[in-house]
């Protein structure tokens, strides 16, 4: 079984923002791949849907919590269904790249992301696969809060939705052939 897990704040209010890019971007590819009915469960406290319509059993999930409580769904989910850290994809924000670079790896380090650090503090393990698209920085450090909850400049909201292709590729390529 896989568990693909995408970060963000739940509310409506913080849909559009930097810290949320995956939750329009995971929709999205639920969406293309015709599911329509996630749907919250609290024992999770995440928003949830299981299939076996891939090569193998996935259950994809949303927490409903704070970003940096996000362990919270992610934690109990894996200990329950005996999903290995590997068998792990999560989709997140990165503020260390340019608006819409994209990448998948293995063993990062959770660097500034709070979301990322609970998950990993409870999994005692770094090493789950990610994907990261990128936000861009704000000038200063100080202005990350600020920055991440945000919304995209037109021009950048067009070059995330250019990214959606590859996002999935990476997805299904994760689905297909991580065991």
């Not at 696969?129 to 919304?151: C, E, K, Q």
């Amino acid at each position: 079984m896989k568990l693909v897990v995408w970060l963000g704040n739940p509310w409506q209010s913080y849909k559009a923002t930097r810290h949320n890019i995956w939750a329009t971007m995971l929709e999205r590819f639920l969406d293309w791949e015709n599911f329509w009915n996630l749907k919250y469960d609290n024992k999770w406290k995440a928003e949830i849907l299981t299939t076996d319509k891939f090569w193998d059993k996935v259950t994809f999930c949303f927490p409903q919590t704070y970003m940096n409580l996000s362990w919270e769904a992610v934690w109990p989910l894996a200990k329950f269904f005996k999903i290995n850290p590997e068998d792990i994809l999560v989709l997140h924000d990165e503020i260390d790249f340019v608006v819409g670079r994209v990448a998948f790896k293995k063993w990062w380090s959770a660097a500034w992301h709070n979301g990322l650090k609970s998950i990993i503090e409870k999994l005692w393990t770094k090493d789950f696969n990610r994907i990261r698209i990128g936000v861009g920085r704000p000038a200063t450090s100080n202005m990350v809060a600020d920055y991440v909850l945000s919304t995209f400049k037109p021009n950048e909201k067009e070059l995330m939705d250019e990214k959606f292709d590859e996002i999935s590729d990476f997805i299904l390529w994760f689905l297909k052939n991580v065991h």
